[in-house]
């Protein structure tokens, strides 16, 4: 899980249900973050530690039981590898592929077999009938301080192509919002 608004709160959640949770990010700030003001356990910087594999292994030493998805490309490689037997990947995204001319393949596919990981792509929108329930959920744990919301926000609509291009850069903390009028 990332630094990003969804890898933020994914790892919220998952500490809350008692998960080990791991992030990764492209910078000390973002790291910082996801440790020491969301709760992370662990986190790694994958720019600086291009060997995802290894950065895997020495977070997760005997595997990886349950993978958020959001990423693709490498980082995916790289937990296939690392899963371990009868492991789950939810995948909602694959960010590292939406501007590519032509997407690129996953290498290590057969480790799905071998190791027996389920792997579901879903969309949030089939569940739009339980976010009632959701929000009875995650309401009491904002305010009670368990969930953490971060907004990155940019100021002014001049400022939406650079907030754009930030996002797709990983220069943003958290949601990235443009604020064109202030009320």
Same mark, same amino acid.
């Not at 690392?82 to 694959?94: D, E, F, L, Q, S």
């Not at 990155?152 to 064109?180: H, I, M, P, Y």
């Given at each position: 899980?990332?630094?990003?608004?969804?890898?933020?709160?994914?790892?919220?959640?998952?500490?809350?249900?008692?998960?080990?949770?791991?992030?990764?990010?492209?910078?000390?700030?973002?790291?910082?973050?996801?440790?020491?003001?969301?709760? =992370?356990? !662990?986190? =790694?910087?994958?720019?600086?530690?291009?060997?995802?594999?290894?950065?895997?292994?020495?977070? =997760?030493? !005997?595997?990886?039981?349950?993978?958020?998805?959001?990423?693709?490309?490498?980082?995916?490689?790289?937990?296939?590898?690392?899963?371990?037997?009868?492991?789950?990947?939810?995948?909602?995204?694959?960010?590292?592929?939406?501007?590519?001319?032509?997407?690129?393949?996953?290498?290590?596919?057969?480790?799905?077999?071998?190791?027996?990981?389920?792997?579901?792509? =879903?969309?949030?929108?089939?569940?739009?009938?339980?976010?009632?329930? /959701?929000? !009875?959920?995650?309401?009491?744990?904002?305010?009670?301080?368990?969930?953490?919301?971060?907004?990155?926000?940019?100021?002014?609509?001049?400022?939406?192509?650079?907030?754009?291009?930030?996002? /797709?850069?990983?220069?943003?903390?958290?949601?990235?919002?443009?604020?064109?009028?202030?009320?």
């Amino acid at each position: 899980m990332g630094k990003g608004a969804v890898g933020q709160l994914m790892g919220q959640f998952a500490k809350l249900l008692g998960c080990y949770v791991v992030g990764s990010a492209g910078s000390k700030d973002q790291i910082d973050l996801l440790k020491n003001r969301l709760g =992370f356990d !662990e986190a =790694f910087n994958y720019k600086e530690d291009p060997d995802l594999n290894a950065a895997l292994i020495r977070c =997760f030493p !005997e595997g990886i039981d349950i993978y958020f998805e959001n990423v693709g490309g490498k980082m995916l490689d790289a937990v296939l590898i690392n899963m371990k037997i009868g492991g789950r990947i939810a995948v909602r995204g694959m960010i590292s592929q939406y501007n590519l001319d032509e997407p690129k393949g996953v290498h290590n596919l057969t480790r799905l077999i071998s190791k027996r990981v389920r792997m579901e792509g =879903f969309l949030v929108s089939d569940y739009n009938k339980l976010y009632p329930k /959701f929000l !009875e959920m995650i309401i009491p744990h904002i305010k009670g301080g368990k969930i953490v919301y971060i907004e990155d926000t940019a100021e002014g609509l001049e400022s939406a192509r650079a907030a754009l291009v930030g996002l /797709f850069s990983g220069r943003n903390l958290g949601k990235q919002v443009v604020a064109v009028a202030s009320e």
